[in-house]
């Protein structure tokens, strides 16, 4: 598989990256042998670059994938902490469960935050580049959906790594169109930021248009990776026959499975507004004293189903 430098970390990646988000609690929600082997096919097959959360919950998975296989890939984990001492936290948490001594890449996960975020959550950003001058973590980066933090990022000299939202249609996309993303991804790159990518296929909304989504993604100059999330070895299988230049015809079961829907328990929610706070991308209304996913607007990410405490949101 193709590698790529990762700006200036010093990190060199796959093209393809293992988003370790979709075979979580927050929505296939897999069991634990389930996860672990995928994670283990995955390192087998090449793959050096792995995506995940504290929010996903997925580490022990990836943990126990690094142990059976001795095989250790670049890990990028990211945080909602707001403040100092949450993201120590964070960080000490990500190090432990994983059980390792360095964090490649740590990012401020703000999905939906604008450019304020490096104000609103300095502490958050000054405990990382306290960590990292301490050796826990390589680089320092943002996740995010906003043209305008990329933007902002760009000439930051505290951010390493930037991992925006971009895809064909532009779904997700905040604070801009997709033209305007590409030039703000540009700009990360000409500073010597290091850029991989979310969302390329829209969070499974653009499974049908596979090749062509993904040659958009592909083609954005200078990103070093793409992320996807995966369920099944048949996805992986697929996605590194593409990656590896082995196209072929994408099965119906892999559409099937790409293409889940979220929707609200009426029953069960209690129209406390956390899962429209959650939402980046205002999928989520108000509606008859209750909480309404809007299907076109849905990126299928899941954020919501771990911001609802009353366990109301359901993937199908
Ligand atoms: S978080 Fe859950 S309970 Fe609260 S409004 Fe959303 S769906 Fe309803
Ligand atoms: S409703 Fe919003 S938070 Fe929930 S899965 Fe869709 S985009 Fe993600």
């Known amino acids: 598989m193709k590698m790529n430098k ?9 093209e393809l990256c293992f988003g370790a988000l979709p075979f979580g609690p927050m929505q296939k929600n897999l069991n634990m042998v389930s996860c672990t082997r995928i994670v283990e096919r995955a390192l087998e097959s090449g793959i050096n670059f792995v995506d995940t959360a504290q929010s996903y919950l997925t580490y022990e998975p990836i943990e126990r994938a690094m142990k059976s296989t001795g095989i250790r890939p670049v890990i990028a984990t990211k945080s909602t902490a707001c ?24 990012h401020l ?20 580049l306290d960590c990292k001058a301490k050796g826990l973590i390589k680089a320092v980066g943002i996740s995010t959906h906003s043209v305008k933090t990329v933007q902002a990022a760009a000439s930051r000299d505290d951010i390493d790594v930037v991992f925006p939202i971009i895809n064909i249609s532009g779904i997700g996309i905040l604070h801009g169109t997709r ?7 540009a700009d990360c790159i000409a500073m010597g930021k290091g850029v991989y990518v979310m ?32 369920v099944s070895e048949e ?7 593409y990656f590896e230049g082995r196209k072929r015809e994408l099965e119906v079961p892999l559409k099937k499975a790409a293409k889940k829907r979220f929707f609200v328990v009426p029953t069960l929610c209690n129209n406390c507004g956390q899962c429209r706070e959650t939402c980046p991308n205002e999928a989520i209304a108000e509606c008859d004293g209750r909480s309404q996913i809007e299907t076109a607007k849905c990126l299928t990410c899941g954020y919501c189903v771990g911001a609802c405490k009353m366990f109301a949101i359901r993937m199908i």
């Open 235 to 241: 996805e992986l299988k697929f996605n590194l026959d």
């Open 179 to 185: 033209e305007e993303m590409l030039k703000a991804i």
């Open 83 to 106: 403040d100092y001492e949450f993201m120590k936290k964070a960080v000490s948490e990500a190090l432990a469960q994983l059980d390792v001594d360095v964090i490649d890449i740590f």
């Open 199 to 230: 969302k390329a296929l829209g969070g499974g909304t653009l499974i049908d248009r596979y090749d062509e989504a993904m040659t958009f993604a592909r083609e954005i100059p200078g990103i070093a990776s793409i992320a996807l999330g995966m």
């Open 6 to 14: 990762l700006g200036k970390t010093g990190l060199e990646v796959t």
């Open 109 to 128: 996960h703000a999905a939906r935050a604008d450019d304020s975020v490096f104000s609103e959550r300095q502490g958050a950003l000054e405990c990382l």
